[in-house]
């Protein structure tokens, strides 16, 4: 019913910028949320930065004031901004989206495949 696909990791070096977009579609009603989670090796996974009903955003705090969440509410997209980057960002990160599709009133999660970033020293 729904796809969440993501792009735009890759490779940085360390003070670099690498900008993660988010695409949601299929049969969508609805988007309440969206956001991102990263698992580094070795860690648990974390999330990273969400933002829901379009406007208000959340971060984990060793990203603040370094990378930005914002939502194409209109394109069911949402990108992840991300400055002044450290080796310690290194990780998969995982894109969510909290839907109601055409077939249902209730929201569920749905996750995108994960996409690679390593920052270099």
């Known amino acids: 019913q729904v796809q969440v696909v993501e792009s735009g990791g890759g490779l940085a070096q360390a003070g670099g910028s690498l900008r993660l977009s988010c695409a949601a579609s299929?049969?969508?009603?609805?988007?309440?949320?969206m956001g991102w989670y990263r698992q580094a090796p070795g860690k648990q996974r974390e999330l990273v930065a969400d933002?829901?009903?379009?406007?208000?955003?959340n971060y984990v705090e060793s990203v603040k004031g370094r990378f930005t969440i914002a939502r194409d509410n209109s394109d069911n997209t949402v990108y992840l901004q991300m400055n002044s980057l450290k080796p310690e960002d290194t990780a998969v990160y995982y894109c969510?989206?909290?839907?109601?599709?055409?077939?249902?009133?209730?929201?569920?999660?749905?996750w995108g495949q994960g996409t690679q970033v390593t920052v270099s020293s």
């Open positions: 933002i829901i009903g379009g406007a208000i955003t």
């Open positions: 299929g049969r969508i009603s609805s988007v309440e949320a």
């Open positions: 969510y989206a909290v839907i109601v599709t055409t077939l249902s009133s209730a929201a569920f999660k749905y």
